[in-house]
């Protein structure tokens, strides 16, 4: 292998040097480049490495932007990946980079479920499948997920769900019973959660919508009197009742 002098270098801005070689080239290298090759102790560069200099770089720059990404939170693999593309970095330094962090256990999507599962478990009214859907929109394998969601059994769904429905309930008092609990089985469903768990929590609120129905019959009663009256005002304001979840 032929080595060629370095006869000067001089630090540059985002962490390059310009290294001035014995034949009268300039080239640039980044740092972690100098400092693993010994350049600057040595003074000396080896041809392989200026020839292969532009590819080295990308590895180098790819990989400080990759740290940097997964520094302030903890990434997936194909969050990364997804990442170092829109930085135009080219799709073979992407696989080179993410393999290194991930012998490095810088990456590690098992590691990466596990946190996010406990993080939606704690911080979010997130049930299972919702859970199970984010985490596959960041391409994670499904035993990997398995794996992760395997803490969040029927039993701890049921017990977060027996804090959430009666405190949801309280924000739609204002409807009929069919109503509220269409909208909170929808409601549900949405977060992730099973149905079947949802439907038989609530045949254990308390719900009691007569004033509701006094309500909404006075309304209808002021609204369609001024037009119809007799046994077709009761039909019209009965159809109206059944519509909003009355029978």
């Known amino acids: 292998m032929r ?6 270098f001089t630090k540059m801005k985002n962490g390059m040097y310009k290294l001035h070689l014995e034949n009268g080239v300039d080239i640039l290298a980044h740092e972690d480049l100098i400092l693993k090759n010994d350049i600057l102790l040595t003074r000396e560069i080896s041809e392989d490495i200026v020839n292969d200099i532009d590819r080295l770089n990308n590895n180098f720059n790819a ?29 073979i330094v992407i ?5 290194k962090l991930k012998s490095q256990k810088y990456l590690d999507d098992g590691v990466y479920a596990k946190a996010f599962v406990n993080d939606r478990i704690k911080f979010s009214s997130n049930g299972p499948y919702k859970i199970r859907r984010e985490l596959e929109e960041r391409r994670v394998a499904d035993n990997v997920i398995e794996d992760a969601l395997s803490i969040f059994d029927g039993s701890m769904e049921r017990e977060k769900l027996s804090k959430l429905v009666p405190k949801y309930v309280k924000t739609i008092r204002n ?3 069919v109503m509220m609990k269409n909208k909170v089985l929808d409601y549900f469903s949405n977060l ?4 079947s768990i949802v439907n038989d929590l609530l045949s254990n609120v308390d719900y009691d919508d007569s004033e509701n129905r006094q309500k909404e019959y ?19 304001i009965k159809q109206a009742m059944y519509k909003n979840g009355y029978k």
Request: aromatic share 16%; glycine share 4%; net charge positive.
């Open 3 to 8: 080595f060629l002098k370095v006869l000067k």
């Open 63 to 91: 990989y400080d932007l990759a740290v940097k990404y997964i520094s302030t939170k903890y990434r997936s693999c194909y969050e990364v990946h997804e990442y170092l593309l829109k930085k135009e970095v080219d799709k």
């Open 95 to 99: 696989h080179e980079v993410i393999e």
């Open 175 to 177: 409807k009929s019973y």
């Open 192 to 195: 992730g959660y099973n149905r």
């Open 218 to 236: 006075d309304k209808l009663y002021k609204k369609y009197s001024r037009k119809y009256s007799g046994s077709e005002l009761e039909l019209k």
